[in-house]
């Protein structure tokens, strides 16, 4: 319940233009489903709030069932807005690069196709030197055995994916796919701490 109020608060807020939340920053990244990266990021401390959404097609206000075919050209993501005085955008890629495999291209686990890609989506040129500099760290440290193939591109238009698809698994915990899928990764990414 307190999280749910949270939530709404933040929301509230970001839509009322509270003076509090020009502090804020956001990050848009892409690595596979959006619910994997959307649970994952609401867990990080300094985190205020994470949308579900669609970037980087040619076709305007897509819908998941459009996405879904790959020929629209779209990125499933998640639009992170988060505190800097808390966590910085270097640590939020930290997370980015263990949260899921960026060395396949256009495929996490059983999710295959272009809309999977892993993709970083900067809002400036300063994040972008970060991404960069990011990027280059996690392939020099191996992580890895096969090499990234994550992009980095502008942010172009971002689109919030429907609501059904907002905080899925924290409202759906018990669904296969967070079951098999969601639970294990964030099992994994909270003894990587």
Same mark, same amino acid.
């Given at each position: 319940?307190?999280?749910?109020?949270?939530?709404?608060?933040?929301?509230?807020?970001?839509?009322?233009?509270?003076?509090?939340?020009?502090?804020?920053?956001?990050?848009?990244?892409g690595a596979g489903?959006?619910?994997?990266?959307?649970?994952?990021?609401?867990?990080?401390?300094?985190?205020?709030?994470?949308?579900?959404?669609?970037?980087?097609?040619?076709?305007?206000?897509?819908?998941?069932?459009?996405?879904?075919?790959?020929?629209?050209?779209?990125?499933?993501?998640?639009?992170?807005?988060?505190?800097?005085?808390? +966590?910085?955008?270097? =640590?939020? #890629? @930290?997370? !980015?690069?263990? %949260?899921?495999?960026?060395?396949?291209?256009?495929?996490?686990? &059983?999710?295959?196709?272009?809309?999977?890609?892993?993709?970083?989506?900067?809002?400036?040129?300063?994040?972008?030197?970060?991404?960069?500099?990011?990027?280059?760290?996690?392939?020099?440290?191996?992580?890895?055995?096969?090499?990234? +193939?994550?992009?980095? =591109?502008? #942010? @172009?238009? !971002?689109?919030? %994916?429907?609501?059904?698809?907002?905080?899925?698994?924290?409202? &759906?915990?018990?669904?296969?796919?967070?079951?098999y899928i969601i639970?294990?990764?964030?099992?994994?990414?909270?003894?990587?701490?």
């Amino acid at each position: 319940m307190k999280k749910i109020l949270f939530h709404l608060i933040v929301t509230t807020s970001l839509i009322a233009g509270d003076k509090h939340m020009e502090k804020y920053e956001q990050a848009t990244l892409g690595a596979g489903c959006f619910w994997c990266v959307e649970a994952v990021f609401e867990r990080i401390e300094g985190v205020v709030n994470v949308v579900a959404g669609y970037t980087g097609g040619h076709l305007k206000n897509p819908s998941y069932e459009a996405v879904c075919t790959g020929k629209t050209g779209h990125a499933e993501v998640a639009q992170i807005t988060f505190d800097p005085e808390k +966590v910085s955008f270097k =640590e939020i #890629l @930290d997370v !980015f690069w263990i %949260a899921h495999d960026p060395t396949t291209l256009n495929r996490q686990g &059983n999710d295959v196709g272009t809309q999977y890609r892993s993709g970083i989506y900067t809002h400036d040129a300063e994040q972008r030197k970060i991404a960069e500099a990011s990027l280059k760290a996690a392939g020099k440290a191996k992580l890895y055995k096969d090499p990234i +193939v994550t992009e980095i =591109e502008p #942010l @172009d238009e !971002f689109y919030k %994916a429907e609501n059904y698809h907002q905080d899925y698994f924290n409202n &759906n915990p018990n669904a296969p796919y967070c079951q098999y899928i969601i639970a294990p990764k964030l099992k994994k990414l909270k003894l990587a701490k």
